[in-house]
């Protein structure tokens, strides 16, 4: 009797009509599942009459979700004019999607998305509503032009260095009140350094003496003709910023337009100084309306930072299951490359999330106050040094804010004292511990009194 072979079962497929998008610049190649359709592999050119014909298609044949890769900034438009259509859509992450060895082409690679997605092998990457990615937008906007007004900072003090205007030594910040009065005076034509010192603000640490002095340069006219063309340029950078901040504002406020006013008043402010570079507009109150809990009362969250966390992670964070979870996208989490039962690795992945590094410099930040979070980060730096200790305090901060946003739960500091006094019973009673497992056992050390 001849044997019978059995064939393998394959994957289970969850999602039978679902479809994978290669995206490319030029076109998109799509990939169904062969019994849909018969031609099951089509080409769109990146047009966006292409791209809705290629929706019409899609939904013609009743597909429900589709799976495509984050390349580069072309799958946007795709992704925006299919949710306009009402499918699901999936972007997925490039390491969780690559294909076995063998030959390489947009076809096999439409194809390969799409088998995975039908077998339920590929999780979405996190996309804010439409609303909140507007408002992410605008701030990852804003900070670019931040960026390209920085640069010209520079500019503008290599100029004065060239003149050997010595204006960086003597103010905290050539863009601050007395350091612009006076490059603005130089640039309209003033060269006496007694006229240019009597700028100088009352806030000044530097006497009128130094900074006449620091003022007293050799002008070269194409020095002049360089901190000319900077200052003009941080000038237009700054009229951008404040454009940019107009329109965070409106969308701030389109927010709120269906939100109730909560039911507490909101908690007095922490933060006596304005941030540098902050929103021109008070950013608390639209937050507090906006998400219920007043994120500033965090240590080392200033408003501008709670704004730019809202931005990028949304006011819902239910699509994290737990704080674990969040802190593990945000790459915050030790890894796990583990092999044979024997961990291979537990680094931190590296990554370009903006949150995670916002959140870093918040740790850093934090980290030179009187706080539970800043007696942890100075624990940990003394002990495995500051790099690690930037990463934990950061997941810490991660941690409170994601339980805020998702339970509405309130920090309250405990204070450095208190950290530390938890952190002296927690090692004694790891002594006691030790010192049972070798039968032994501790003693507090009475104190003797002095010798006179």
């Known amino acids: 009797m001849a044997r019978q072979s059995i064939k393998p079962a394959g994957l289970p497929v969850i ?3 679902a479809a994978g998008i290669d995206i490319g610049a030029r076109f998109h190649v799509v990939a169904v ?21 290629m929706a019409d298609w899609l939904v013609s044949i009743g597909v429900k979700t589709v799976a495509m890769e984050s ?43 799409q088998r995975l997605h039908a077998c339920g092998l590929l999780r979405p990457s996190f996309r804010p509503e439409r609303d909140i990615a507007a408002l992410r937008a605008y701030l990852r906007l804003r900070e670019r032009h931040l960026d390209y007004a920085a640069a010209h900072i520079q500019h503008m003090q290599k100029a004065l260095t060239l003149m050997n205007l010595q204006l960086h030594h003597v103010v905290s910040d050539v863009t601050g009140v007395t350091g612009m009065r006076i490059i603005r005076a130089i640039v309209g034509g003033q060269r006496d350094p007694n006229v240019l010192a009597t700028m100088r603000d009352g806030r000044c640490k530097a006497s009128n003496e130094i900074v006449r002095a620091a003022l007293v340069g050799n002008y070269q006219p194409e020095h002049l003709f360089a901190l000319t063309q900077a200052l003009a340029l941080y000038d237009f950078y700054q009229m951008r910023i404040t454009e940019c901040d107009a329109r965070i504002e409106r969308t701030l406020a389109a927010l709120n337009a269906d939100k ?6 909101m908690p007095k402010s922490r933060q006596k100084t304005v941030q540098a570079n902050a ?4 950013t608390r109150g639209p937050l507090y309306q906006l998400t219920g809990i007043d994120l500033t009362q965090i240590h080392g969250i200033g408003p501008y930072l709670a704004l730019r966390l809202v931005a990028e992670c949304g006011t819902d964070l239910s699509k994290w299951p737990t704080a674990k979870h969040f802190t593990s996208w945000l790459t915050l989490a030790p890894g796990c490359k583990i092999s044979g039962g024997k961990v291979l690795s537990a680094h931190t992945r590296k990554t ?12 850093v930040t934090v980290g030179r106050t009187n706080t539970a979070l800043g007696a942890f980060y100075r624990r940990l730096a003394a002990r495995v040094g500051k790099a690690k200790a930037v990463t934990a305090t950061a997941r810490k901060i991660a941690v ?11 920090y309250q500091d405990p204070g450095a004292d208190h950290y530390e006094r938890r952190y002296r019973e927690r090692v004694i009673k790891q002594l006691h511990r030790r010192a049972a497992e070798f039968g032994f056992t501790l003693q507090e050390a009475t104190v003797q009194g002095g010798v006179s």
């Open 71 to 113: 390349t580069g900034v072309y799958w946007v438009p795709v992704y925006e004019l299919l949710r306009a259509r009402g499918i699901e859509v999936i972007v997925a992450n490039a390491r969780e999607t690559r294909a076995v060895p063998g030959r390489k082409s947009d076809v096999n690679d439409a194809q390969w998305l």
């Open 279 to 282: 929103v021109s507009f008070d």
């Open 260 to 265: 109730q006013d909560p039911a507490e008043p």
């Open 33 to 53: 599942a062969p019994e849909l359709c018969d031609e099951a592999v089509q080409t769109f050119q990146a047009f966006t009459g292409d791209i809705e014909r």
């Open 15 to 17: 999602h039978d009509r």
């Open 352 to 363: 370009t999330n903006r949150v995670s590094a916002h959140l870093r410099l918040a740790a």
């Open 400 to 410: 409170l804010f994601y339980n805020a946003m998702r339970f509405g739960i309130r």
